[in-house]
């Protein structure tokens, strides 16, 4: 079975709250043994349950970072 682990390395900003307390933030996460990445997703107020989402590379994150800045807003 595969070991699943994490460490919240960063708490890199809180984009939104729901009424139940759960936040969509961005963190630095490392799963596992592996290098952390920064991760977007829904945290419980105590950080051990998790909805889905989505994980990036420095790179990943710079190049969306880029395209964000482009659309008009």
């Known amino acids: ?3 699943f682990s994490f460490n919240i ?4 900003a809180v984009i939104s709250s729901s009424k139940g307390g759960w ?6 996460v490392a799963w596992g043994d592996r290098p952390a990445k920064y ?3 829904s945290w419980s107020p105590d950080h051990k349950k998790m909805g889905k ?8 994150l ?8 482009a ?3």
């Open 23 to 28: 936040n969509l933030e961005l963190n630095k």
């Open 1 to 3: 079975m595969d070991d």
């Open 53 to 60: 989402g989505l994980t990036f590379t420095d790179e990943e």
């Open 71 to 73: 659309l008009p807003l």
């Open 39 to 41: 991760d977007l997703r």
């Open 9 to 12: 390395e960063e708490n890199v």
């Open 62 to 69: 710079k190049a969306l970072k880029e395209k964000l800045a």
